[in-house]
């Protein structure tokens, strides 16, 4: 099992998860593993993990998959494949168990937001606000670890 760090230039996407209409990442992704040879399982890569969810044109820099994959795949054999607006830039082994939701110690969420009358005061409060420890067992069926700290 190895996982995969990516990066991908949104604008031209449908979201990371595939759907039914629209390219998204995923199909990128699973295209450039088809046309290298790697073994797909109804399309998709044996023991495909993928940390990270973008909506249609959101752009992501260390989004993580995990799957199956043959030694020889290092990211530049897998962005031979890729369009140019996807890129793998790193790549490592990992357990047979590796989850890339689960298993993730960290996320950074970055928002860019053009709005040159936006009062800077009220946002800097809002943040404020937002900031701290907070219970999200509301947003998932999980039971635990659900405590997250928002920096």
């Known amino acids: 099992m190895r996982a995969y760090r990516l990066a991908y230039g949104g604008t031209g996407y449908r979201g990371v998860k595939r759907q039914p209409h629209g390219e998204t990442v995923e199909d990128a992704l699973f295209g450039a593993l088809r046309g290298l040879d790697v073994a ?19 752009s992501a820099r260390a989004p993580t998959a995990a799957f199956e994959a043959p030694g020889w795949l290092r990211p530049r054999a897998f962005d031979a494949e890729l369009p140019t607006d996807v ?7 990992v ?4 989850h890339a939701t689960r298993d993730a110690a960290a996320r950074t969420y970055r928002y860019f937001l053009y709005a040159p009358d936006a009062a800077d005061d009220l946002a800097d409060a809002a943040c404020r606000r ?11 069926p999980d039971d635990d670890g659900t405590v997250r700290d928002v920096t």
């Open 40 to 58: 797909l399982v109804d399309g998709s890569p044996v023991g495909y993990t993928a940390a990270g969810r973008t909506d249609a044109g959101v």
């Open 87 to 93: 890129r793998a830039w790193a790549v490592a082994a």
């Open 95 to 98: 357990d047979a168990d590796f």
């Open 130 to 140: 937002l900031s701290g420890c907070h219970e999200f067992q509301d947003f998932t």
